[in-house]
């Protein structure tokens, strides 16, 4: 079980990314679409905890300030252990300080943060397909591949408790 701080995209990424999922799919690829409870959005994860208060949670971050809308370009497929595998973007100059603002303020709250998502441990990312095996990976990379540079717009956040699907809009973006 975890709650994370989601940055959320456009309609147009969104129909894009959810695209990708449906192809993989149907190569016999399991991808977010599939997993677990099925609820998952295409998102990027500026933390996630592994222990929380939720009211406290959002209080916090609907507090930070509203930073607005970004483009990101997706251009790489990254693969973590355990077979993860996401779309990689380059990454904004003013993105890790805007992530480092909601990592302190959910810490402020007492959660426990996911080590990955500790400053200098962050790796933003797309998660595509969670548990690849190691023989799926060149289909999975002639898949995205296809879609990539894929440019983006994160254009809204929420809180997303990940065992459930479970959405909490937030009213800003930090």
């Known amino acids: 079980m975890a709650l994370a701080v989601c940055l959320l995209f456009d309609g147009r990424t969104e129909r894009a990314l959810r695209s990708l999922w449906d192809k993989l799919e149907q190569r016999g690829v399991a991808t977010l679409r599939s997993h677990t409870h099925g609820r998952h959005h295409p998102h990027l994860s500026y933390v996630v905890l592994l222990r929380w208060r939720l009211d406290a949670v959002r209080e916090a971050v609907a507090a930070l300030p509203d930073r607005g809308s970004f483009p990101l370009v997706f251009d790489a497929l990254g693969a973590f252990r355990r077979g993860r595998v996401c779309l990689v973007p380059g990454v904004p100059a003013d993105l890790v300080p805007r992530q480092e603002v909601v990592l302190a ?43 990539l540079p894929l440019t983006a717009r994160i254009d809204r956040a929420a809180l997303v408790d990940s065992s459930t699907g479970e959405v909490w809009p937030l009213p800003n973006l930090p």
């Not at 200098?120 to 690849?132: I, M």
């Not at 095996?133 to 060149?138: S, T, V």
């Open 105 to 147: 303020a959910v810490r402020d709250t007492g959660a426990v943060v996911h080590t990955h998502y500790e400053v200098g441990g962050w790796l933003p990312h797309c998660s595509v397909a969670p548990r690849a095996r190691l023989d799926q990976l060149p289909l999975v990379a002639t898949t995205v591949y296809d879609i």
